[in-house]
């Protein structure tokens, strides 16, 4: 849609454009008289006379351009208001000045209609006289120029591409008319399922916090479980334990019961017999007595003895150590002694000169 008004709008301007021209082709010499009039002709003004061969024809056509200039004058040609030809001499010669030209191939000098063809004259004697001579060429078929060509194929390859952008534009609404009406289902599903959501989400938070209350009690029922499950083991290893002990107990007591019945047996006989050991033990209690008398009598003597042993063995260990006295100190005059006899006596001296 923006390449088709785009186009539009360039084609709209171009028409506009070319009728417009066309109208200053037609007027520009209105404002060209206005202005000499308000500037004033300059001295020496004539106009000269101008001829076209042919007067009409296409771009291509070749205009033989005759003109009546003074002599010894350069002159200027224009096509409209675009100089074609610059400083043409004219010499001594009493002939028109004839030159060749073209039609510019350009817009909008190349466009249908007259087309006016301006000589412009000076005198090469220094002087300020100008001449003036003007001729119409008609344009009868109208080819376009290098820029019309290029312009041309920009717009059929814009236009191809308007095309192109067209039938994507069109195949991109349906698909936006499809999606439309794929959102709208999509936005009442979502719709749907925002409602669904928020029950699911207050559901959830009911359920998140039931969770959470349910998490703790796990984990403290998991911690007394635990604690639970290694008292019950280890009261399961106990309880095997007391069944073999009570297994054991078992065969015991029922061994302990026979020999029960046995000592039974043996205590009855052992009571008889308890009884007359009893007499006896009063007895030998009686003779405990006499025997313990006699045993405190003996105890006090073995004291005494105890101690005259001991002031005994006093007195032998103080005349042990002053026999080891004696001993040593005999042994020490001894051997002085027998130091003094081995030892040489010195000569005593008899005189004076033996001194």
């Not at 506009?16 to 009039?37: D, Q």
């Not at 010499?91 to 007259?114: A, M, R, V």
């Not at 207050?202 to 604690?227: H, P, Q, V």
């Not at 033990?281 to 004291?303: A, G, P, Q």
Request: contains cysteine; glycine residues 4%.
């Amino acid at each position: 849609m923006v390449w088709r008004n785009l186009l539009y709008n360039l084609f709209q301007k171009q028409k506009v454009g070319e009728n417009v021209m066309k109208l200053l082709r037609k007027l520009w010499l209105i404002p060209l008289v206005s202005l000499l009039l308000t500037l004033g002709i300059p001295k020496g003004y004539c106009e000269i006379g101008v001829n076209l061969y042919p007067s009409k024809g296409t771009i291509f056509t070749d205009i033989l351009l005759e003109a009546y200039v003074p002599i010894n004058s350069r002159n200027n040609i224009f096509w409209d208001d675009v100089v074609i030809a610059l400083d043409v001499p004219r010499g001594q010669e009493n002939f028109p000045l004839t030159l060749n030209i073209k039609c510019p191939n350009q817009h909008p000098y190349s466009d249908l209609g007259n087309h006016t063809i301006t000589v412009e004259s000076f005198y090469w004697d220094g002087s300020d006289k100008v001449a003036y001579g003007y001729a119409t060429f008609e344009i009868v078929e109208y080819f376009p120029c290098d820029e019309w060509l290029v312009l041309n194929a920009t717009y059929h390859d814009l236009l191809a591409n308007y095309s192109d952008l067209t039938d994507d534009y069109n195949s991109l609404l349906a698909d936006y008319n499809a999606l439309q009406a794929d959102y709208n289902t999509l936005q009442n599903d979502y719709n749907s399922l925002l409602a669904n959501y928020n029950n699911l989400l207050n559901s959830y938070n009911s359920l998140a916090s039931n969770y959470d209350s349910l998490n703790s009690n796990y984990y403290e029922l998991k911690s007394n479980f635990d604690s639970l499950n290694s008292t019950y083991h280890y009261l399961l290893e106990l309880f095997s334990q007391l069944q073999s002990d009570y297994s054991g107990l078992k065969g015991n007591y029922d061994a302990f019961s026979v020999d029960l019945n046995t000592l039974q047996a043996l205590y009855t006989s052992l009571l008889a017999n308890y009884t007359h050991l009893q007499n006896d033990y009063y007895s030998v209690c009686s003779n405990y007595n006499t025997l313990e008398v006699d045993y405190n009598s003996l105890n006090s003597d073995y004291d005494d003895l105890q101690s005259k042993q001991d002031t005994l063995m006093s007195d032998l260990s103080t005349a042990k150590n002053l026999s080891y006295i004696f001993i040593i100190t005999t042994i020490i005059f001894i051997g002085i002694a027998i130091y003094l006899a081995v030892r040489k006596p010195k000569k005593i001296p008899t005189s004076i000169s033996e001194v």
